[in-house]
């Protein structure tokens, strides 16, 4: 394979790829892999990705694993890139989403997790613990499950229902905090030691945004390696737009592209961290955001680790970051339902923020664009409200149907 080495994002430390590593030892800035692309660019080419499978690992020499025996999957296929109607959102005549509600578990937080966990268990991990919004918890204890490998979930108690039951089913040990995701993370970091536990949680590790990362890959290849001009990416703890930035790099270093997306960052206006310090032209969110309330759950993250990682990716792809409501979210939910298309509040939250940026002149309509939908509608039906007596009930013997 072809990691080299792990690098500090901070201080440019450097670690050994097969280390178990955590954050810098020295600052406790995010870690990154480094992987020698000169010598994969000559030894891969285009031709040999179009042979490959469309599934996720399609790319493995890229991925921090030993080898391919480490891989453990529960089946990640390339998910849908759908073209949306060019009528839909005017004027954008080149919209499109890409819809990861398809992996396992439901939610984009499988990739990182599956590259997490397989290495995790090759490098002889026994038990795991991760403080999550929700969904990073439920696709670690399926891959965990899949690899034998205990996690231990703490999660907001007014998680969504769904994915606390999601977790509890696939055998997570659950700790319901009463806070928010920092109260998790803390309650993880004070215990780590004394019980054991590797600590998953969200950039403070360097495996899930190799996981992250496969999806610049993968949705290049999609789009025939010509990428779109912006994407907007639902963003609570910053992990899938470091990966994007980290792929994009990447993808450029290889010369398999020539332009980077600008990568929008978007949020609940209801904890919006990082559109705040976007705003004020910040570099790091300073301060946790009060109150952090909002319908999108994984959105609900008041001060991410490392979010300086996540404003550096929005500055050098020239990108954005917007913050829209939750009665937005849910019309725009609404809306992509009546395509056929099942997304989460947080993934409908792109949509609402594409019409929100376009209203404030910064875009033409004319751009490429793509929505990344992070999960799937089906685990958040309890939100949308429908009273049953607005649907008619039927009398056994009826013979024509009332209005409705
Ligand atoms: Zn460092």
């Keep these: 394979m072809y990691a080299v080495g792990v690098e500090c994002s901070r201080c440019g430390r450097t670690y050994s790829p097969d280390a178990l590593l955590t954050v ?49 999957s529960l089946g990640e296929p390339y998910t849908p890139l759908l073209k949306l109607p060019e009528d839909f959102s005017k004027p954008f005549r080149n919209l499109y989403v890409k819809d990861d509600g398809r992996l396992p578990t439901g939610t984009f937080k499988a990739r990182g997790m599956s590259v997490a966990v397989s290495k995790l268990k090759e490098l002889g991990v026994k038990r795991v613990a991760i403080p999550s919004a929700g969904n990073a918890a439920a696709a670690l204890s399926a891959y965990g499950m899949k690899a034998g490998i205990e996690v231990y979930a703490f999660m907001p108690r007014d998680v969504p229902e769904n994915i606390l039951k999601e977790c509890a089913f696939l055998g997570a040990k659950v700790y319901l905090v009463d806070g928010l995701i920092n109260d998790a993370a803390a309650i993880v970091g004070r215990l780590s030691k004394k019980y054991s ?19 610049a890959f993968e949705l290049t290849e999609q789009f025939h390696w010509d990428p779109p001009d912006l994407i907007f990416f639902p963003t609570g703890g910053g992990e899938g737009v470091i990966g994007l930035w980290k792929g994009f790099k990447e993808l450029t270093e290889l010369g398999w592209v020539d332009k980077t997306p600008r990568l929008v960052v978007v949020q609940s206006s209801g904890c ?25 759950a994984g959105l609900r993250v008041p001060k991410p680790y490392a979010s300086y990682l996540t404003l550096k990716a929005v500055e050098e792809t020239s990108g954005m970051a917007v913050a829209v409501d939750d009665e937005e979210i849910l019309s725009s939910m609404k809306s992509l339902f009546r395509l056929g298309i099942y997304a989460c509040p947080e993934a409908a939250a792109t949509l609402a923020a594409l019409n929100k940026v376009y209203e404030e002149g ?43």
């Design 197 to 215: 536990w590797f600590d998953v949680s969200t950039n403070k590790q360097p495996y899930r945004f190799e996981g992250y990362k496969a999806m």
């Design 24 to 72: 810098c030892g020295e600052c406790g800035g995010a870690l990154l892999f480094r992987y020698d692309l000169a010598r994969f660019a000559d030894e891969f080419s285009l031709k040999d990705a179009e042979r490959r499978e469309d599934t996720f690992w399609k790319f493995i020499e890229l991925l921090p694993l030993s080898s391919p025996k480490s891989v453990i």
């Design 362 to 404: 910064e875009l033409d309509g004319d751009e490429k664009t793509l929505l990344y939908l992070t999960g799937n509608a089906m685990k958040y039906f309890d939100i949308l409200e429908m009273e049953k007596r607005v649907l008619p009930i039927l009398d056994r013997n009826v013979d024509s149907l009332p209005d409705h």
């Design 272 to 296: 919006a961290p990082f559109v705040e310090a976007y705003k004020r032209g910040e570099t790091e969110i300073k301060e946790p955001w009060e109150n952090a309330e909002t319908i999108a």
